[in-house]
């Protein structure tokens, strides 16, 4: 069982940044894929990016693409989403989520969630 807990969250103004962590409590977390997803209000959850285990892969929706970065330190057990240029669309719960087997963007392949964090950029 791989417990997750982000932070980093908060309320910036658009054009901002923003440092989201994960931080894992699994030993093994170097052996996990790493993704990050986002929650809207009446929205579905969305990918936003995701890492390979070695982070030698990465991969990205098109609208963050050159505005997020998603990398790892698993000396740290932590993955970590800078979010640059913050939209006000970019408003969301952001979760980050373990695969064991994959990189996916589905959400439904992931094993394991955190609680998410919200972020929230004013106009």
């Known amino acids: 069982q791989v417990q997750l807990v982000e932070s980093g969250g908060g309320l910036v103004q658009a054009g901002g940044s923003l440092r989201l962590s994960c931080a894992a409590s699994e030993r093994t977390f170097s052996s996990y894929n790493m993704g990050w997803f986002r929650q809207a209000p009446g929205k579905e959850r969305e990918f936003v990016a995701a890492i390979s285990w070695s982070g030698g892969s990465t991969y990205y929706a098109d609208f963050v693409k050159g505005r997020f970065t998603i990398s790892r330190d698993n000396a740290k057990n932590t993955v970590y989403l800078l979010m640059n240029s913050l939209k006000s669309e970019d408003t969301a719960v952001y979760y980050c989520?373990?695969?064991?087997?994959?990189?996916?963007?589905?959400?439904?392949?992931?094993?394991?969630w955190g609680q998410g964090t919200q972020v929230t950029v004013s106009l």
């Open positions: 989520a373990a695969d064991h087997y994959g990189i996916a963007t589905d959400w439904s392949e992931y094993d394991y």
